[in-house]
């Protein structure tokens, strides 16, 4: 579940996880904020295969909603 408000995309809370837009496609990424820098990093171990991945934002950070679709607010493990 996400929370797609206004309010969590534009002002990310460090080390959450978010669903992104990067690189021509949709993800989960863990997300910080960190001077200009918004920095997703995945959770997988493999950090070779999933590098983090930096983007160089304004001041402002009013592009964060452009990448940030929404928080994740709710994870449920299914067994199958």
Do not use: F, Q, W
């Not at 996880?17 to 997988?44: C, F, M, P, Q, W």
């Not at 592009?63 to 709710?74: C, Q």
């Amino acid at each position: 579940l996400l929370d797609c408000s206004d309010a969590k995309r534009a002002r990310p809370v460090n080390g959450r996880i978010y669903a992104v837009n990067v690189e021509g496609g949709s993800t989960l990424k863990r997300g910080a904020v960190i001077g200009g820098v918004l920095l997703l990093s995945s959770d997988n171990v493999d950090k070779a295969e999933y590098p983090m991945i930096e983007i160089h934002c304004e001041d402002d950070h009013t592009e964060l909603p452009s990448y940030l679709v929404g928080e994740a607010v709710l994870a449920l493990n299914l067994l199958v």
